[in-house]
């Protein structure tokens, strides 16, 4: 099992920008693809954007293309989200999450191949 922490949400103006950050530890964090999902009030929890095992690959929504970066530090044990050009529409309480299965090819693009979760942080963006 593998416990996840993240960290770096608050209120910004749209347009700016924030970096979320998510501390692994439990189980090998470098054998396991990360994610970012984000939950708005009285939406579904939606994917934001995932990275590999390796780093290697990324996935990103369309609401995330160009505007946001995943990236990933296996000695750190931690997955980052760098969030630019911030919208209201961005606003949600943001999660990281683990992949269920070591060593996936690729980044995942399924909600359901993530099985831990952090707390999540809640970012809000004022119009």
């Known amino acids: 099992q593998v416990q996840l922490v993240e960290s770096g949400g608050g209120l910004v103006q749209a347009g700016g920008s924030l970096r979320l950050s998510c501390a692994a530890s439990?189980?090998?964090?470098?054998?396991?693809?990360m994610g970012w999902f984000r939950q708005a009030p009285g939406k579904e929890r939606e994917i934001v954007a995932t990275?590999?095992?390796?780093?290697?690959?990324?996935y990103y929504a369309d609401s995330a293309k160009g505007r946001f970066t995943i990236s990933r530090d296996n000695a750190k044990n931690t997955v980052s989200l760098q969030m630019n050009s911030l919208k209201p529409e961005d606003t949600a309480v943001y999660y990281c999450?683990?992949?269920?299965?070591?060593?996936?090819?690729?980044?995942?693009?399924?909600?359901?191949?993530?099985?831990?979760w952090g707390q999540g942080t809640q970012v809000t963006v004022s119009s």
């Open positions: 439990g189980r090998t964090f470098s054998r396991f693809g």
């Open positions: 990275i590999s095992w390796s780093g290697g690959s990324t």
């Open positions: 999450a683990a992949d269920r299965s070591p060593l996936r090819g690729g980044a995942s693009r399924a909600r359901a191949d993530f099985g831990s």
